[in-house]
T-cell receptor
Framework: AQSVTQPDIHITVSEGASLELRCNYSYGATPYLFWYVQSPGQGLQLLLKYFSGDTLVQGIKGFEAEFKRSQSSFNLRKPSVHWSDAAEYFCAVVRNTGTASKLTFGTGTRLQVTL | DVKVTQSSRYLVKRTGEKVFLECVQDMDHENMFWYRQDPGLGLRLIYFSYDVKMKEKGDIPEGYSVSREKKERFSLILESASTNQTSMYLC????????????FGSGTRLTVV
């Protein structure tokens, strides 16, 4: 079954530094992949998604992600982190089971930004 | 913007109580979902509904049921609350099958004592 793994539970970066959050997927065919962000006390917000085509996808808030089939990865990147980016980030994959497709989420990576 | 509204932000209930968590969306979405979020476990799907009165179990349905009598409203029911159901509950909706950009509510933090 389709699944995603986020190997980093917690990451700390300095404001202005670059960021890369890791996500590995498990699926034989081309998966549909997503990144969501959850700010403290909020629900999840969609950052970006990949279905097919260009393997580098741009999202909101200056984030981008690159799909790499050879590495089964879909890592999230940002060139320069802002203090407001401190949040929890979830990678997700579409899973086709039952009567409809739905999202399966990773365990999340909590990002801390130091000033 | 689509809004998904969860009726309670914080809830404290006693063991054995029947608990209702309510979720309403305002954009005529077909699909609605209930997830449970726990530290280190991410989000786990409890139930989802793809149409009025239609529902399907997710990964962790035990101890829960759902109701969808109207398209805009999806209720999660804890038949007899237990302490291991203390958690953050997130409701989400999406427009039609194949559109996976879920819109999430802000969550209900439930504590069972």
């Amino acid at each position: 079954a389709q699944s995603v793994t986020q190997p980093d539970i917690h990451i700390t970066v300095s404001e202005g530094a670059s960021l890369e959050l890791r996500c590995n997927y498990s699926y034989g065919a081309t998966p549909y992949l997503f990144w969501y962000v959850q700010s403290p006390g909020q629900g999840l917000q969609l950052l970006l998604k990949y279905f097919s085509g260009d393997t580098l996808v741009q999202g909101i808030k200056g984030f981008e992600a690159e799909f790499k089939r050879s590495q089964s990865s879909f890592n999230l990147r940002k060139p320069s982190v802002h203090w407001s980016d401190a949040a929890e980030y979830f990678c997700a994959v579409v899973r086709n089971t039952g009567t409809a497709s739905k999202l399966t989420f990773g365990t999340g990576t909590r990002l801390q930004v130091t000033l | 913007d689509v809004k998904v509204t969860q009726s309670s932000r914080y809830l404290v209930k006693r063991t054995g109580e029947k608990v209702f968590l309510e979720c309403v969306q305002d954009m005529d979405h077909e699909n609605m979902f209930w997830y449970r979020q726990d530290p280190g476990l991410g989000l786990r799907l409890i139930y989802f509904s793809y149409d009025v009165k239609m529902k399907e179990k997710g990964d962790i349905p035990e101890g829960y049921s759902v109701s969808r009598e109207k398209k805009e409203r999806f209720s999660l029911i804890l038949e007899s609350a237990s302490t291991n159901q203390t958690s953050m509950y997130l409701c989400a909706s999406s427009f039609f099958p194949g559109n996976y950009g879920y819109t999430f509510g802000s969550g209900t933090r439930l504590t069972v004592v």
